[in-house]
């Protein structure tokens, strides 16, 4: 283990980080209702504390190893969940333990989208803007970002990217990993400033527009409002808002491959995005006939309110026009069910992703055709490619440590007197990054104690990192030499 290495990049990531404290600090000038001070005091303290750790090792050279990679992702994501809550616990009038702050923080980093904060709409500016930004920050990742500002500072750049991108493949769009993330970063603030564009056009002030873009295109979910999109009573708004979830879903990759190529028939190529759009569709089918044949709501508005409310929960975005646990029979359950699988791999979407699901149920098929013919020989394939026994491993493993580590949290939470039906909801939305859940999560976790906001925000970042990076620090392999 290089720990030279992993503190100066740690203290360059840190100090990176920092300096994204003095925006909401601006805005809270600008609109001179409060909170300036707490985002100034944070900015010191995360920029010393960050010099600290690079200076006494700012000769260091030598490139991060595979292991070292996972170290720095995992330390970074923690002690930034740690520095993000600085703001919010200097601002006394929100009245936040440290681990309610911290919860709040990595759910924003983590674009999870759970909340403690109740009377958004009383809240500084700055205090708003700052839970937006830091969604938006953490949807494409702060490392990528770093990756793509700094590449002459020799991070072994191509082990933070495999360590940190979501999804069972990391593709390279460029031959330079540098380009790479460049590129990704340029396709994400050209989605996000069209789609604040499109709110402001839409009826949304500059502020809202801006905020909810940012929790748009990170599909986090985080609102300036309480009620979240159903504030502005808005079809166009919702409908801006389905389209972006959508983009958002999808692999970056494939936008990358179609602009590059000028085709939009790239998409209709690609397995993955055809799987995601019908299961969308049959969802948003299903709900639509489901609450008109309830009367809860006419044919339009059923279809309507099911657009929106099935793409914001099976993106994993947790946007809501009116909270769907509301919603009649097993909808509410299906919905939450289905962030499991959550966007495309790429795509800064939660959940376990399209491609693992589809490689489930082939692999689960083929074990059924080989009760019949035991001796066939049977190729799993997705679209034209056919995948290995290795690809087939890594998914089963990565399901089962995923059912594991819910398995094991939703027994704590239990454990620590929540009621069964609050427990799992609040365990899967947090795991697949979602946000709202059933029980007492459906609006916010504000009536949670600490030892639960403490297992939930740990199930963020097994979420976020999509369990192997984090759980492969705790096996004895990662520290043998």
Same mark, same amino acid.
């Given at each position: 283990?290089?720990?030279?290495?992993?503190?100066?990049?740690?203290?360059?990531?840190?100090?990176?980080?920092?300096?994204?404290l003095?925006?909401?600090?601006?805005?809270?000038?600008?609109?001179g209702?409060?909170?300036?001070?707490?985002?100034l005091?944070?900015?010191?303290?995360?920029?010393?504390?960050?010099?600290?750790?690079?200076?006494?090792?700012r000769?260091?050279?030598?490139?991060?190893?595979?292991?070292?990679?996972?170290?720095?992702?995992?330390?970074?994501?923690?002690?930034?969940?740690?520095?993000?809550?600085?703001?919010?616990?200097?601002?006394?009038?929100?009245?936040l333990?440290?681990?309610?702050?911290?919860?709040?923080?990595m759910?924003?980093?983590?674009?999870?989208?759970?909340t403690?904060?109740?009377?958004?709409?009383?809240?500084p500016?700055?205090?708003?803007?700052?839970?937006?930004?830091?969604?938006?920050?953490?949807?494409?990742?702060?490392?990528?970002?770093?990756?793509?500002?700094?590449?002459?500072?020799?991070?072994?750049?191509?082990?933070?990217?495999?360590?940190?991108?979501?999804?069972?493949?990391?593709?390279?769009l460029?031959?330079?990993?540098?380009?790479?993330?460049?590129?990704?970063?340029?396709?994400?603030?050209?989605?996000?400033?069209?789609?604040?564009?499109?709110?402001?056009?839409?009826?949304?002030?500059?502020?809202?527009?801006?905020?909810h873009?940012?929790?748009?295109?990170?599909?986090?979910?985080?609102?300036?409002?309480?009620?979240s999109?159903?504030?502005?009573?808005?079809?166009?708004?919702?409908?801006?808002?389905?389209?972006?979830?959508?983009?958002?879903?999808?692999?970056?990759?494939?936008?990358?491959l179609?602009?590059?190529?000028?085709?939009?028939?790239?998409?209709?190529?690609?397995?993955? *995005? %055809?799987?995601?759009?019908?299961? #969308?569709?049959? &969802?948003?089918?299903?709900? !639509?006939?489901? /609450?008109?044949?309830? @009367?809860?709501?006419?044919?339009?508005?059923?279809?309507?309110?099911?657009?929106?409310?099935?793409?914001?929960?099976?993106?994993?975005?947790?946007?809501?026009?009116?909270?769907?646990s509301?919603?009649?029979?097993?909808?509410?359950?299906?919905?939450?069910?289905?962030?499991?699988?959550?966007g495309?791999?790429?795509?800064?979407?939660?959940?376990?992703?399209?491609?693992?699901?589809?490689l489930? *149920? %082939?692999?689960?098929?083929?074990? #059924?055709?080989? &009760?019949?013919?035991?001796? !066939?020989?049977? /190729?799993?394939?997705? @679209?034209?490619?056919?995948?290995?026994?290795?690809?087939?491993?890594?998914?089963?493993?990565?399901?089962?440590?995923?059912?594991?580590?819910?398995?094991?949290?939703?027994?704590?939470?239990?454990?620590?007197?929540?009621?069964?039906?609050?427990?799992?909801?609040?365990?899967?939305?947090?795991?697949?990054?979602?946000?709202?859940?059933?029980?007492?999560?459906?609006?916010?976790?504000?009536?949670?104690?600490?030892?639960?906001?403490?297992? #939930?925000?740990?199930?963020?970042?097994?979420?976020?990192?999509?369990?192997?990076?984090?759980?492969?620090?705790?096996?004895?392999?990662?520290?043998?030499?």
């Amino acid at each position: 283990m290089q720990l030279s290495v992993i503190q100066r990049i740690l203290g360059i990531l840190l100090s990176l980080f920092s300096t994204t404290l003095l925006v909401p600090a601006a805005i809270g000038l600008i609109y001179g209702d409060g909170a300036v001070v707490p985002f100034l005091a944070a900015f010191v303290l995360t920029l010393l504390t960050g010099f600290l750790l690079f200076w006494p090792v700012r000769h260091e050279t030598r490139s991060l190893r595979l292991r070292d990679s996972f170290v720095v992702v995992v330390s970074f994501w923690l002690v930034l969940g740690i520095s993000g809550c600085l703001p919010l616990l200097l601002y006394r009038p929100l009245d936040l333990s440290v681990t309610a702050a911290i919860f709040e923080s990595m759910s924003g980093l983590t674009t999870t989208g759970a909340t403690v904060l109740t009377n958004l709409d009383s809240q500084p500016h700055a205090i708003l803007f700052y839970r937006q930004q830091v969604q938006w920050l953490g949807g494409m990742g702060i490392i990528v970002l770093a990756i793509a500002i700094l590449p002459t500072l020799g991070m072994g750049g191509m082990a933070l990217y495999r360590a940190e991108t979501p999804g069972p493949t990391k593709e390279k769009l460029t031959p330079r990993i540098a380009s790479t993330a460049k590129a990704l970063w340029i396709i994400y603030l050209s989605l996000t400033f069209a789609c604040a564009a499109a709110y402001y056009v839409a009826g949304m002030s500059a502020f809202d527009a801006i905020g909810h873009s940012f929790s748009t295109v990170a599909i986090g979910g985080f609102s300036t409002h309480d009620a979240s999109i159903g504030f502005f009573d808005s079809r166009a708004v919702e409908r801006i808002a389905v389209l972006f979830m959508l983009l958002s879903g999808v692999n970056f990759a494939l936008h990358f491959l179609a602009l590059r190529s000028r085709r939009l028939s790239s998409y209709l190529e690609d397995f993955e *995005f %055809k799987t995601f759009i019908v299961f #969308l569709s049959c &969802l948003i089918l299903l709900s !639509a006939v489901y /609450l008109w044949l309830t @009367g809860t709501s006419s044919l339009s508005d059923s279809f309507q309110d099911s657009l929106f409310q099935v793409v914001s929960i099976g993106t994993t975005t947790g946007y809501t026009i009116e909270g769907y646990s509301a919603w009649a029979g097993f909808l509410p359950v299906l919905l939450l069910f289905a962030s499991f699988v959550g966007g495309c791999a790429g795509s800064t979407g939660g959940g376990m992703k399209v491609i693992r699901i589809v490689l489930l *149920f %082939k692999q689960g098929y083929r074990e #059924l055709v080989r &009760l019949l013919h035991p001796n !066939a020989t049977l /190729l799993v394939k997705v @679209g034209r490619n056919t995948m290995t026994g290795q690809h087939i491993d890594v998914v089963w493993g990565f399901f089962a440590a995923y059912v594991a580590v819910l398995t094991i949290m939703l027994l704590l939470l239990m454990a620590a007197g929540l009621d069964q039906e609050t427990a799992f909801s609040a365990v899967v939305a947090c795991l697949n990054n979602l946000g709202p859940g059933l029980g007492e999560v459906r609006t916010n976790y504000a009536s949670l104690g600490d030892f639960p906001l403490a297992v #939930l925000s740990l199930a963020m970042v097994f979420g976020r990192l999509e369990i192997f990076t984090l759980l492969v620090i705790f096996t004895p392999a990662f520290w043998n030499k």
